[in-house]
Each structure stands twice: as structure tokens, then as C-alpha cells.
């Protein structure tokens, strides 16, 4: 012990230990732990006796020999000490070589073990034998593992189809509660909703089951409440049974299957033909405004307590009283749902917050229909009276908020305060609905005839208020026309409902702003629609239709002067009419452009008929050249009967102007077209401008006697034939057909034919047509092309 502890005392002090594979090794000293033996050869001590300070002093012989004799003692004295201090510690230096002799032999025993192995190796490829070994034994750890999922999946689906087997078996046996809540919890368990492609077939089938046995739950359920709760027509009651028997099931009571639907998640599925039953024969009946029912409710109390709860429906007594604000319709609709609460759901908050949701809906939409809709005010001054209704429907919907009927956060349960409050803009919405229908019945009632006092002449200029008002003055104008009913009583409509605007408040008021709008675009999606087929012929209803739009385009600008600076500051900054003006002023003109272009048509073909009047000397040819003339004529006055009356006279003027410059162009055209002309056909052709002229002259007359807006007749400001210029042409052309030759060259010179709208080509070709080749021909020919008339 003590020479293994002084061992230990010179390790610590001489070396350090290290530990491999179980063998300690000694490490000598260092040569830093081996300094302090040895004193350090300072050559300045060997040679103190000489100045070394300076490096270029050169030593003597005996200095050097005095150096190296000292170096020389100063080695074997470090000699001795060191040959002292291995004797001292031969120990030590003997285990460490030792220790490195065994070091190095089993190195040598493990470089021989390395040479067998490597021997091994190469002789037989036992590595390819490992990996196979390895991979045996990993397919068979997976294979294990795999049958251990797979056992583990075998006994969860099993145990799945016994509690499956197991909720039906107690489902039959009358454990509701236990089945229903079997049937919530294995939902989870096949991951009903949560499927995931290539998962194992058999929880298909599992959730089949599943579904089988929720389809069987709900049925019976569904079979408990049709028991629980149904309505005898003949009494008119409402029963409601505690002890249900269904399906061998005795003695179940009411209680226990509401837990159990509560448990199973089916309440409302459950409830809702229950909740339709009350509703239809109960809860209708009740909010009925007009014909109110009393409420009685009764119990029948059986040995263990109650067995069936009633309510009856009975005639009121108080028919005759009229429920103004509200109040009693409320108070049975409390009645009812506080018989559900209390013999139905039992007091439970949950249950009867499950039939609100079902029932709340319908029930607010029946309150609305039978009842608050129908006392909305008539008149905007009203609306101060239902304020009391506003009242009740708010403490009704609070009372159904204590019963947890309906929901404390949930603003949409809020529908009747809702509607109430906002009774302005139903208000508004109801009369603005009100006032569009009334728009479009006089719109689609009205058959755009116009009476026998306006058939005739001078009818407009007459303000006898005749024709329910259809004479209109134009606004921006002191000219008349007349317009259909239906326009005239649509802008009445309109200027009745911009007056209640400036009535109303700012809610109300703009709902009947929009309504008048509306109102005047009515006719602009109705009228056209319906006349469409009328406005392809030459009839009253087109010109009706133009003087309508006309009028409304007028008066469209005139509504904003008239009531912008009476209408609510807020209604100010969008009242816009101007902007529906143009489209009306386009339909009128379209309208009108439309028919005069349906005139000309109709002319031009009655032209047709004449075959541009050649060989009228023939008595055929001039028969049927005299028969389109007479249909010309014959169109025109037909025109003119109907549009004079009904067309403000500068229009009247214009249009038809524009239909005869259509005629007496085109005639004139046809005849000048015509060559080699006999005499006796001239005249056949003079006669004929004479007859169709003699025959218009009443049509002429009354163009000139159209007055402008000032009451200055038109003719004495610009002649007719300067408005119709081939009217001037035409009556020259039946001139120059009997005129001589020299007279026609002689006008022509003149100015007069030019004047007239003859040109160059045409009078020549009139003169060859008329007179024969000859020198006198060629000269005035001659004359005419070079005389200067510009």
C-alpha cells in the first residue's frame, strides 16, 4: 500500500496517465518539468572578467580556451545531475518500457487478426451473404410489423361492428339515450365527412353501416315525435303526449327522447315536422290580423305525474276589437311558444333555441305579411302613430330573447324590429310600388285613339278641355299638340308624386324620387313594345307616339326648374331629370322620320304605277299614268287628315314639305326623262301636272296658312316653293310642255328656268324630246349652253 502510494505521489508530480483499451501508459517528464535541473549557461558569466558591450571587441586565444574549459565543466556537471535524476526514477522509466513493449505486441496481434480477416474476405464473399441476411431480416421485421397494423386495424374495425351491432341491438331494446350517443361517437370513429382516397375499403363499408343505423335512429325518432305531438283538425287542438309507445316500445317518455335526439345531434331534423305542424295550424292562425282566435291551454295529470298537455284554438270573442298596435297578436305568439318551452322542450334552453331556429324564420315572415305590413301608414303623416307598434314588436322579440328562443348576439333574429324601424322605407317602397303599377296599368290599358274633335282642322287651336285634357301646351313653346292619354295622366302621376317628395322626409322622398323617374321610363320600355306593329303604317297612334315623346322630352326639362328648390336638401344633389330628355327626343324624331320615309315609300310606289308617264298620248297609258296621280293625291290627303290635326304645325309643316319635294321631284324627274315627245302627249302630260296640282291645292293652302310661334304666318316670312323647291320646277315644267321654242330659250336667258332648278343637260334634253331637229333648234340649243347665268 505505502509503495503503491508513493507511486502514485511521483506519477502525479513526474507524469501524466492516459487510459486505452483497459492499459495505462506512463509518458516521461517533459523537457519544460526537466529545466529546473539544469543552470542556465550565460556566456557573460563565463567571460565577466572582459567588456561585452561591444560586438565587434574580437576574443583572445586564452579567453576562448577559458570558454570552452568552462563549457566543458559546465557539461559534466549537467551529466551528473542528469544521470542522478534517472537513477532516482528507474522505477518509472521501467514501466514505461514496459508498457510500450506491450503496446507494441498487441499491435502486432491485432495487425495479424486484420491479415486473417482480410484473408477471409477474399477467399468467400461473405459481405454479399451479410446484405443478404440483412435483407431477410428487414423484410421480415416489416412483414411483422405490418401484420401488427394490420391485426391492430382488424380489432378497431371489430370493435366498431360490435358497437354498431351494439347501438342497434339497444336502439330496439328502448336504450335511446345510449344508442344516440353511440351513434355522435362512432360517427368520428369511421370519419364520417373526413374520407381520404386509398384508404381501405372496409370503411366504406363501416359508414355504410353507419348510415344504415343513423337512417334507422332518425326514423325512429321522427316516429316518436309524429306520437309526441300532433294537431286534431275537428278540434282545433294541439296535443302534446308524455309516454310515447312506438315499435314495441312501451312506456318511453317524451323527456328521454329529446335527450336522446339531443345527444344524437338530430334535434332539428327531429323537430321540423312538428315545427311545421305548429306553424301551419297553430302559429298562422295566431298572427291572422283580421280574424283573431283565443289560445286555452290545458294538462292531464296521470299517476305519475303529467301524461298530455293541450292547446285549443277557440274563436275570440274580441273579433270586433282591432288590435292596433300589435299587441295581441304578440301576446298569443308568446302563448304558443311558451307551451312549446314548457311541455315540448321541457324548460330547456337549448331545445327550444333548436325549434326557434327552425320555426323563427317562418313565423317573423307570417308577423310581417299578416300583420306589419298591412298597418304600414298610407299617408306620410301616419308614421308618428306607429312608433306603439314599434314599441310592442320590440318587447315581443325581448320576451323570446329571455326564452332563448331566438338569439341574443344574432342581429338577423331581429327582423321584426328591423322591419319596424325601418317603416319609412317600406312606407316608400310600398307607395313607390304603388305608384309604378299605376304607371304601367294606364300605360298598357290605353289605346292611343283620338276623339272626332281632333280630325279636323283647327281642333288644336280650340281650348275647349275636350278629350280628358289630350291637348297639351309644349313647354319652351306656345304651340299645341295632342297626345295620348296615357302620357297625360302618366305626367300627372309624376308631377303627384314630385309634389309628396317635397313633402317627405329624406328617406321617403328619394324612394318617390326614383318612383317618378321610373315612372317616365316606363313608357320608354312599354309603349314601343306594344305599338310596334302599328308604327309600320300610316296611322294616328305613330304620330300620337312622336307627340307623346315630344311632350315628355319637354316636360322631362321643365320638372327640375319647377320643384328643385322645394325638394329636401339631400334629394337636391342627385335630382337629375335632364338626362332623360334626349332619349325621348330622339324616339320622337325616329318616330317621325320613321313614317315620313313610310309616306315617301308608299308614294314612290304609286308613282311606280305611271311607268314614268311614257306614251301618254295612248289613252291606256294615260289612264294608268292618271290613276297613280290619283293615288298620289289620294295618299297625301290622307296624310295631311291625319296629321294636321295632331301634329304642332311647324312640325306638320316640315314633314310634309318634305314628302312633296319627294313627289314633285320625282315626277318631275320621270317626265324630263322622257324622249321624243309627240304634241298631243305634251299636253296629256300638262294635264296631268294640272290634276294633280287642282287636286292638292287644298293640302298647298294649308301649308301657308300654318303660323309660327309668334302667330305670324310662315308665307309671309318664306314662300312655299321656296320650301318646296321642286313644287316651283314642276309648275314651270307644265309651262314649258305648250311653250315655244324661242320663250323656252328666251327664259332660259332670263334667269327664270334656272331659278326654277332646270339645269343645262336637262333643257336640252326637254328640247329634243319636244322639238324637232333644225337649224332654229340647234341655235337656241347653241344660245342656251353658252349664255352666263352665275
Known amino acids: 500500500m505505502d509503495e503503491e502510494g508513493v507511486r502514485g505521489s511521483n506519477r502525479s508530480k513526474a507524469g501524466r496517465q492516459l487510459t486505452l483499451d483497459r492499459t495505462h501508459y506512463w509518458i516521461a517528464p517533459s523537457p519544460n518539468q526537466m529545466d529546473p535541473l539544469f543552470d542556465q549557461i550565460n556566456v557573460r558569466d563565463l567571460l565577466s572578467g572582459h567588456d561585452l558591450s561591444d560586438p565587434s571587441t574580437p576574443l583572445s586565444a586564452p579567453d576562448l580556451r577559458l570558454l570552452i574549459s568552462r563549457l566543458e565543466s559546465h557539461s559534466l556537471h549537467i551529466q551528473s545531475k542528469v544521470r542522478s535524476y534517472l537513477l532516482s526514477h528507474r522505477d518509472d522509466f521501467a514501466s514505461l518500457f514496459s508498457q510500450c513493449n506491450d503496446a507494441v505486441s498487441k499491435t502486432n496481434e491485432i495487425s495479424d487478426n486484420l491479415s486473417d480477416i482480410f484473408s477471409s474476405i477474399s477467399d468467400r464473399p461473405i459481405d454479399v451473404e451479410i446484405r443478404k441476411l440483412v435483407c431477410e431480416i428487414g423484410n421480415t421485421t416489416k412483414e411483422a410489423r405490418e401484420k401488427r397494423e394490420m391485426l391492430g386495424l382488424l380489432r378497431i374495425i371489430v370493435a366498431i361492428c360490435e358497437r354498431l351491432e351494439g347501438a342497434r341491438s339497444a336502439l330496439s331494446n328502448g336504450r335511446l339515450r345510449f344508442a344516440a350517443e353511440e351513434v355522435k361517437e362512432l360517427k368520428k370513429a369511421v370519419r364520417i365527412g373526413d374520407e381520404e382516397e386509398g ?138 311558444i311558451k307551451f312549446i318551452f314548457k311541455h315540448l322542450c321541457f324548460e330547456n334552453g337549448s331545445w327550444i333555441h333548436s325549434f326557434g331556429r327552425l320555426t323563427w324564420p317562418r313565423i317573423s315572415e307570417l308577423i310581417i305579411s299578416k300583420f306589419l305590413s298591412k298597418v304600414v301608414p298610407e299617408d306620410a303623416s301616419k308614421l308618428p302613430d306607429f312608433q306603439k307598434i314599434i314599441k310592442c314588436t320590440s318587447e315581443f322579440e325581448i320576451s323570446l330573447r329571455e326564452m332563448m328562443f331566438i338569439s ?106 326614383h318612383a317618378a323617374r321610373d315612372s317616365i321610363l316606363l313608357y320608354e320600355a312599354v309603349i314601343p313594345v306594344k305599338l310596334e306593329r302599328q308604327l309600320d303604317g300610316i296611322n294616328q297612334v305613330a304620330i300620337l307616339m312622336h307627340n307623346d315623346c315630344l311632350y315628355l322630352s319637354r316636360e322631362i326639362l321643365g320638372l327640375a326648374f319647377e320643384y328643385r328648390t322645394d325638394f329636401p336638401d339631400s334629394i337636391k344633389e342627385h335630382a337629375v331629370f335632364a338626362d332623360m330628355a334626349p332619349s325621348f327626343h330622339l324616339m320622337a324624331e325616329e318616330i317621325l322620320q320613321r313614317q315620313i320615309q313610310i309616306v315617301i315609300f308608299n308614294l314612290r310606289e304609286a308613282i311606280d304605277g305611271a311607268d314614268g308617264f311614257q306614251n301618254t298620248h295612248q289613252m291606256q297609258q294615260f289612264e294608268s299614268a292618271k290613276f297613280s296621280i290619283e293615288q298620289v293625291v289620294f295618299i297625301l290627303e290622307k296624310v295631311r287628315i291625319i296629321w294636321e290635326p295632331l301634329l304642332r304645325p311647324s312640325t306638320y309643316k316640315r314633314s310634309m314639305c318634305m314628302v312633296l319635294e319627294s313627289v314633285f321631284s320625282r315626277i318631275t324627274k320621270d317626265m ?31 301649308l301657308v296658312s300654318v303660323t309660327d310661334s309668334s302667330g305670324k304666318s310662315e308665307d309671309s316670312i318664306r314662300p312655299i316653293d321656296d320650301i318646296i323647291p321642286s313644287l316651283r320646277k314642276i309648275r314651270k315644267l307644265a309651262e314649258l310642255l305648250d311653250m315655244p321654242l324661242k320663250s323656252i330659250t328666251s327664259a332660259w336667258e332670263s334667269g327664270e328656268l334656272f331659278s326654277c332648278g332646270f339645269t343645262i343637260p336637262e333643257l336640252k334634253d326637254f328640247i329634243r324630246a319636244i322639238f324637232a331637229d333644225s337649224t332654229l333648234r340647234n341655235e337656241c340649243i347653241w344660245r342656251i349652253e353658252n349664255v352666263s347665268l352665275y
Open 672 to 702: 324630263l326623262l322622257l324622249d321624243d315627245l309627240a304634241a298631243e302627249e305634251t299636253l296629256q302630260l300638262q294635264r296631268l301636272i294640272h290634276l294633280m296640282l287642282d287636286n292638292l291645292s287644298s293640302l298647298l293652302k294649308s
Open 199 to 336: 384508404e381501405p375499403i372496409v370503411y366504406g363499408l363501416l359508414r355504410k353501416q353507419w348510415a344504415d343505423l343513423f337512417d334507422e335512429v332518425q326514423d325512429l325518432f321522427s316516429k316518436f315525435m309524429e306520437h309526441a305531438v300532433w294537431f286534431e283538425q275537428d278540434s282545433k287542438t294541439i296535443r302534446v303526449k308524455y309516454i310515447l309507445s312506438v315499435d314495441e316500445m312501451d312506456g318511453i317518455e317524451l323527456r328521454t327522447v329529446m335527450e336522446a335526439m339531443g345527444a344524437a345531434g338530430i334535434l332539428d331534423y327531429s323537430l321540423a315536422k312538428a315545427a311545421d305542424l305548429i306553424i301551419k295550424h297553430v302559429i298562422t292562425p295566431a298572427v291572422n290580423y283580421e280574424s283573431p282566435v283565443a289560445l286555452v291551454e290545458d294538462v292531464s295529470q296521470g299517476s305519475e305525474g303529467i301524461s298530455e298537455a293541450v292547446l285549443k284554438l277557440l274563436p275570440s270573442e274580441d273579433h270586433n276589437v282591432v288590435d292596433v298596435d300589435g299587441g295581441a297578436i304578440y301576446a298569443r305568439v308568446i302563448q304558443v
Open 408 to 513: 341574443a348576439s344574432d342581429d338577423k333574429d331581429y327582423r321584426l324590429s328591423n322591419y319596424a324601424e325601418n317603416v319609412e322605407v317600406h312606407f316608400a317602397f310600398r307607395k313607390k310600388t304603388e305608384i309604378l303599377g299605376r304607371a304601367r296599368n294606364l300605360l298598357l290599358q290605353c289605346d292611343f285613339s283620338v276623339p272626332q274633335n281632333y280630325t279636323s282642322k283647327g281642333a288644336l287651336l280650340k281650348n275647349d278641355g275636350m278629350a280628358s285634357g289630350q291637348v297639351v301646351d309644349l313647354i319652351f313653346s306656345s304651340e299645341r299638340c295632342v297626345v295620348s292619354k296615357a302620357s297625360s295622366q302618366l305626367m300627372e302621376l309624376v308631377h303627384q308624386t314630385l309634389q309628396d317628395v317635397c313633402l317627405s322626409s329624406t328617406r321617403v322622398a328619394l324612394e318617390f324620387y
